[in-house]
């Protein structure tokens, strides 16, 4: 159709040109609406295929505080800007058919949105306010730019300061008209307990309560091992296993256990719990799993893959209690290599919940109170730690990739308000688990790879050579390089660089930009290898209560067990699997996002106590607007460009610093630098700093602050507190 001879055809002189029989055409028409919908070629009012008669393209739009928005497109690398006069109404995440401008060298590509395909916010959370005959609800969502209308006696009684949901029931237009909405349910007022995070869970759609026909599924489901299950199942009570969780943890679904041969050899066992057992294929509580696909770890809760009588009852490996497990047994030899396997259908016992902490201190402190109370467990774990560093030497050595970033740990009062926050550091036994879950996933995967069975794998790919190319040249300002090999980088030498900078001024910056050259891992059918892990073979095997791959997987892996993955069967696997891994891929996204958020907005409440105090922070982001800067307490905020003083700052986005005209000042990501305290806003998700001097004695953040743990205010008065947020607003709307 793009060959300048062709003439506008019918699908039948299509398909005779194309030599398409007739039992064919069928497919033939829907290949070429599938063309036109992704704009690619258009379909006359006579019904005649023909090129468009402009560059139509079709994305998902990205909206800007400031009117205008992007459109992602995929397989695109560049956005595509669209005008704030030309956007046609569309709202943040909507997906819509835009119309491509001719791209110029020195600009990036403008278009204008010709259609909105799919309306993506239905439902929306936000701030009611109550005006004399109508209500106003202000988006929680900062993208949403639009507030919603509601018509007199569509509010359920709502007031001003109530959180809600409403439904769009019109709608913004091109004409300028504002979108129209009903309020559907009433959150609870922005200032109650628990208000703030469920919001959360109402604007991220997360389900709360199970279906019924779920419930009931599982009320019928027995709280103990009955005997008949126990049949025919590889006895494994009087083998010594443990799990190893935190301290606050309910679904203990692995297990762990570990005895050497005479002659070196080591017997590593991973016992998972065996959920399928209880959640069989299309039962109401698999239909509901593969709706979660996951579970959700809020700040204040957990919303659960499965009902608690499972997770946190019958299928997790409690102490002391009977269970079913599926158990992949491993000999290792003394260079670390996987000689031989067993994935069994088992009936295991653990003898002790341990703790990181507890483990931690027996294997890294010698702790003595920790090994007494332990005695009959120390020897294992003391093993356990010798495999353990056997294990990630031999992953490292083939080049795997450990980015270890910080993770946030917010303590909460009973009220739900954050009275700490801090960093939640790796330790021994978390590493420990870590190595043995990863063996256990690997092993798992490459034995059905090579079963050439249906299988769902979780993949890395190799990332993509111009981030890569990007990459190179930035670091060389630092005298390093990668080297690539057919054009491609080896996750080896992605290892060397980040082992080379540790410990050095340089390791925070160049290990955030090598992260962000990477892709995001994701689940497939196809086994297309872990970059991350330098591993040919990957797959998530180890948590079937709160991840539904590891669940799809258990099914495959039971069936071929009992040699009943028939042709049939496999047939029924080929076809559902690339959709398992589409939701399961999309829902963790989804999950990981709603988490962040979480953290944010309680990070947010957190600082607002610490108005005006001074800290010491890295720059963990530079922007043509601004310096993100993180606290060692993981807290990130934003210092605005107009408060760097005395200068004007340029960005350069070559080498992701800040650099002003006048005294040639360098800010760079990674560098060290005090802030105080600007403003924080819980409704944003935002904090603002200012560039501070180095104090001369320590502040409140950087040792515990006993106004902030009893929830009491800082000596900084309220007024003083007002207007610095108002001075920082002014900022803001510059």
Same mark, same amino acid.
């Given at each position: 159709?793009?060959?300048?001879?062709?003439?506008?055809?019918?699908?039948?002189?299509?398909?005779?040109?194309?030599?398409?029989?007739?039992?064919?055409?069928?497919?033939?028409?829907?290949?070429?609406?599938?063309?036109?919908?992704?704009?690619?070629?258009?379909?006359?009012?006579?019904?005649?295929?023909?090129?468009?008669?402009?560059?139509?393209?079709?994305?998902?739009?990205?909206?800007?505080?400031?009117?205008?928005?992007?459109?992602?497109?995929?397989?695109?690398?560049?956005?595509?800007?669209?005008?704030?006069?030309?956007?046609?109404?569309?709202?943040?995440?909507?997906?819509? !058919? +835009?119309?491509?401008?001719?791209?110029?060298?020195? /600009? @990036?590509? $403008? &278009?204008? =949105?010709? #259609? *909105? %395909?799919?309306?993506?916010?239905?439902?929306?959370?936000?701030?009611?306010?109550?005006?004399?005959?109508?209500?106003?609800?202000?988006?929680?969502?900062?993208?949403?730019?639009?507030?919603?209308?509601?018509?007199?006696?569509?509010?359920?009684?709502?007031?001003?300061?109530?959180?809600?949901?409403? !439904? +769009?029931?019109?709608?913004?237009?091109?004409?300028? /008209? @504002?979108? $129209? &909405?009903? =309020?559907? #349910? *009433? %959150?609870?007022?922005?200032?109650?307990?628990?208000?703030?995070?469920?919001?959360?869970?109402?604007?991220?759609?997360?389900?709360?309560?199970?279906?019924?026909?779920?419930?009931?599924?599982?009320?019928?489901?027995?709280?103990?091992?009955?005997?008949?299950?126990?049949?025919?199942?590889?006895?494994? !009570?009087?083998?010594?296993?443990?799990?190893?969780?935190?301290?606050?943890?309910?679904?203990?679904?692995?297990?762990?256990?570990?005895?050497?041969?005479?002659?070196?050899?080591?017997?590593?066992?991973?016992?998972?719990?065996?959920?399928?057992?209880?959640?069989?294929?299309?039962?109401?509580?698999?239909?509901?799993?593969?709706?979660?696909?996951?579970?959700?770890?809020?700040?204040?809760?957990?919303?659960?893959?499965?009902?608690?009588?499972?997770?946190?009852?019958?299928?997790?490996?409690?102490?002391?209690?009977?269970?079913?497990?599926?158990?992949?047994?491993?000999?290792?030899?003394?260079?670390?290599?996987?000689?031989?396997?067993?994935?069994?259908?088992?009936?295991?016992?653990?003898?002790?919940?341990?703790?990181?902490?507890?483990?931690?201190?027996?294997?890294?402190?010698?702790?003595?109170?920790?090994?007494?109370?332990?005695?009959?467990?120390?020897?294992?774990?003391?093993?356990?730690?010798?495999?353990?560093?056997?294990?990630?030497?031999?992953?490292?050595?083939?080049?795997?990739?450990?980015?270890?970033?910080?993770?946030?740990?917010?303590?909460?009062?009973?009220?739900?308000?954050?009275?700490?926050?801090?960093?939640y550091e790796r330790n021994a036994a978390t590493k420990l688990i870590e190595d043995f879950m990863l063996i256990a996933n690997e092993t798992v995967a490459e034995d059905y790879y090579w079963q050439q069975t249906p299988f769902l794998y979780r993949i890395h790919e190799n990332p993509d050579p111009e981030k890569i190319r990007?990459?190179?040249?930035?670091?060389?300002?630092?005298?390093?390089?990668?080297?690539l090999k057919n054009g491609e980088v080896h996750p080896k030498e992605i290892q060397k660089l980040l082992n080379g900078i540790e410990g050095t001024d340089a390791e925070n910056l160049i290990s955030r930009i090598t992260l962000r050259s990477m892709k995001q891992a994701r689940y497939s059918p196809e086994c297309s290898g872990?970059?991350?892990?330098?591993?040919?073979?990957?797959?998530?095997?180890?948590?079937?209560?709160?991840?539904?791959?590891?669940?799809?997987?258990?099914?495959?892996?039971?069936?071929?067990?009992?040699?009943?993955?028939?042709?049939?069967?496999?047939?029924?696997?080929?076809?559902?699997?690339?959709?398992?891994?589409?939701?399961?891929?999309?829902?963790?996204?989804?999950?990981?996002?709603?988490?962040?958020?979480?953290?944010?907005?309680?990070?947010?409440?957190?600082?607002?106590?610490?108005?005006?105090?001074?800290?010491?922070?890295?720059?963990?982001?530079?922007?043509?607007?601004?310096?993100?800067?993180?606290?060692?307490?993981?807290?990130?905020?934003?210092?605005?460009?107009?408060?760097?003083?005395?200068?004007?700052?340029?960005?350069?986005?070559?080498?992701?610093?800040?650099?002003?005209?006048?005294?040639?000042?360098?800010?760079?990501?990674?560098?060290?630098?005090?802030?105080?305290?600007?403003?924080?806003?819980?409704?944003?998700?935002?904090?603002?700093?200012?560039?501070?001097?180095?104090?001369?004695?320590?502040?409140?953040?950087?040792?515990?602050?006993?106004?902030?743990?009893?929830?009491?205010?800082?000596?900084?008065?309220?007024?003083?507190?007002?207007?610095?947020?108002?001075?920082?607003?002014?900022?803001?709307?510059?």
């Amino acid at each position: 159709m793009n060959d300048p001879m062709y003439s506008p055809m019918k699908i039948k002189e299509i398909a005779i040109f194309l030599d398409v029989p007739k039992a064919k055409r069928a497919e033939l028409e829907e290949v070429l609406n599938s063309l036109v919908d992704e704009g690619k070629i258009r379909i006359s009012a006579r019904g005649k295929y023909g090129k468009p008669q402009k560059q139509t393209m079709i994305g998902i739009f990205c909206a800007n505080l400031k009117g205008f928005g992007f459109v992602k497109v995929e397989g695109r690398d560049q956005d595509i800007f669209i005008p704030p006069d030309r956007t046609e109404g569309a709202m943040q995440g909507d997906k819509v !058919r +835009i119309s491509v401008d001719e791209e110029q060298r020195t /600009r @990036k590509a $403008e &278009g204008h =949105v010709l #259609e *909105i %395909i799919t309306h993506a916010n239905e439902k929306v959370v936000g701030y009611y306010r109550q005006t004399k005959n109508y209500g106003i609800v202000m988006p929680d969502n900062q993208k949403i730019t639009q507030d919603i209308f509601i018509p007199e006696g569509k509010n359920m009684g709502a007031v001003t300061g109530h959180k809600v949901v409403v !439904r +769009i029931t019109r709608f913004a237009g091109p004409d300028g /008209r @504002k979108p $129209e &909405g009903e =309020v559907t #349910e *009433i %959150i609870g007022h922005v200032n109650d307990p628990g208000t703030d995070i469920l919001s959360l869970v109402k604007a991220y759609d997360l389900p709360e309560e199970f279906p019924a026909d779920a419930m009931e599924q599982a009320s019928g489901i027995a709280p103990e091992v009955p005997p008949e299950k126990k049949a025919g199942r590889k006895d494994l !009570r009087q083998v010594q296993m443990v799990t190893i969780d935190g301290e606050d943890a309910k679904d203990l679904d692995d297990a762990v256990s570990l005895t050497r041969t005479d002659d070196g050899v080591w017997h590593l066992g991973v016992h998972i719990a065996d959920v399928s057992d209880y959640v069989t294929e299309n039962s109401p509580l698999d239909k509901e799993a593969l709706n979660r696909s996951t579970s959700v770890y809020l700040v204040d809760r957990v919303i659960p893959m499965l009902p608690h009588a499972l997770c946190n009852g019958i299928c997790s490996l409690n102490e002391g209690k009977d269970r079913l497990a599926l158990s992949c047994l491993m000999d290792i030899d003394a260079a670390g290599n996987v000689q031989g396997h067993e994935i069994a259908e088992t009936l295991i016992n653990v003898d002790r919940r341990m703790t990181y902490t507890a483990v931690n201190q027996i294997i890294t402190n010698d702790d003595p109170e920790m090994c007494e109370t332990y005695a009959e467990l120390v020897p294992m774990f003391r093993n356990m730690k010798t495999l353990s560093d056997l294990i990630r030497k031999k992953r490292s050595d083939r080049g795997y990739i450990d980015f270890d970033f910080p993770e946030s740990k917010v303590i909460l009062d009973p009220k739900g308000k954050p009275i700490e926050i801090r960093a939640y550091e790796r330790n021994a036994a978390t590493k420990l688990i870590e190595d043995f879950m990863l063996i256990a996933n690997e092993t798992v995967a490459e034995d059905y790879y090579w079963q050439q069975t249906p299988f769902l794998y979780r993949i890395h790919e190799n990332p993509d050579p111009e981030k890569i190319r990007a990459l190179i040249i930035f670091i060389q300002n630092y005298g390093l390089t990668l080297h690539l090999k057919n054009g491609e980088v080896h996750p080896k030498e992605i290892q060397k660089l980040l082992n080379g900078i540790e410990g050095t001024d340089a390791e925070n910056l160049i290990s955030r930009i090598t992260l962000r050259s990477m892709k995001q891992a994701r689940y497939s059918p196809e086994c297309s290898g872990h970059f991350g892990l330098a591993a040919k073979y990957y797959c998530h095997f180890t948590s079937p209560i709160r991840r539904y791959p590891d669940l799809q997987i258990h099914r495959i892996i039971k069936e071929s067990l009992h040699g009943t993955l028939s042709s049939k069967r496999t047939e029924h696997y080929d076809k559902i699997l690339e959709g398992v891994a589409e939701r399961t891929s999309a829902l963790e996204r989804r999950a990981d996002e709603a988490e962040r958020e979480t953290l944010k907005y309680k990070k947010c409440e957190y600082m607002e106590h610490h108005i005006g105090e001074i800290c010491e922070g890295v720059v963990s982001g530079v922007t043509n607007f601004g310096l993100y800067v993180e606290l060692p307490n993981t807290v990130e905020g934003l210092i605005r460009i107009t408060e760097l003083k005395d200068d004007y700052y340029e960005y350069n986005e070559k080498t992701f610093e800040l650099v002003g005209d006048m005294n040639n000042r360098h800010y760079r990501l990674g560098e060290k630098i005090w802030i105080e305290v600007a403003a924080a806003d819980r409704l944003a998700r935002t904090i603002d700093f200012l560039p501070a001097e180095r104090p001369k004695e320590k502040t409140p953040l950087d040792e515990e602050d006993t106004a902030v743990h009893t929830g009491e205010k800082t000596e900084r008065t309220e007024k003083e507190n007002g207007r610095r947020k108002r001075r920082h607003q002014a900022h803001s709307k510059q």
